[in-house]
């Protein structure tokens, strides 16, 4: 009962900003009070029996930090070699983690008007971490749960 209520809440929309980047050819967003820094790719530390989504350790300033590698996350093919990632550095309850990602974006103000639910024909991996798109004027924005993003890739390392 408490799940199905979470699951209706996540569903719904609200006006606000969203930081934006690209994985691939897609066009994604997280709300902008939920990151901390964007940062151009950074050394990175293999953790060994890490799951494959984890590409490594970052030091932010003394502070160690996960890297999600939301190619791999989301089921779409390698990044292209000598492409170097970019870090949205996100807040979560448990600390900083880093989404590896392609490019990033700008800061979109989004109306709740605009708000859709996920579309069917979306990939499995990706389904379980899109809240919702926006419809803009020459694209989909596509919203990322920063929560249940982490929240699987943190249950992927405790299966390892």
């Known amino acids: 009962m408490a799940r199905e209520a979470l699951n209706r809440a996540e569903m719904t929309a609200e ?3 969203l930081a934006t980047f690209f994985v691939a050819d897609r066009f994604f967003g997280v709300d902008v009070l939920r990151v901390q820094e964007v940062l151009r ?3 990175m530390t293999r953790v060994p029996l890490a799951p494959e989504v984890i590409e490594g350790l970052i030091n932010l300033r003394g502070q160690i930090v996960p890297a ?8 779409l093919a390698p990044r292209p070699a000598g492409q170097e990632p970019m870090n949205v ?3 979560t309850d448990d600390g900083a983690v880093s989404l590896l990602v392609d490019e990033i ?3 979109l103000e989004v109306e709740a008007a ?3 639910r996920p ?4 990939a499995a991996e990706a389904r379980e971490l899109v809240r919702g798109v926006y419809k803009l004027k020459e694209r989909l924005l596509l919203v990322v749960d920063v929560d249940r993003a982490v929240e699987l890739a943190e249950r992927g390392c405790a299966a390892s």
């Open 119 to 122: 579309p069917e024909n979306l």
């Open 105 to 107: 974006g700008d800061v």
């Open 114 to 116: 605009a708000w859709e």
């Open 68 to 75: 999600i590698d939301m190619r791999r996350r989301l089921g």
């Open 41 to 43: 790719a950074q050394q």
């Open 89 to 91: 550095v996100v807040r």
């Open 15 to 17: 006006s606000g900003q």
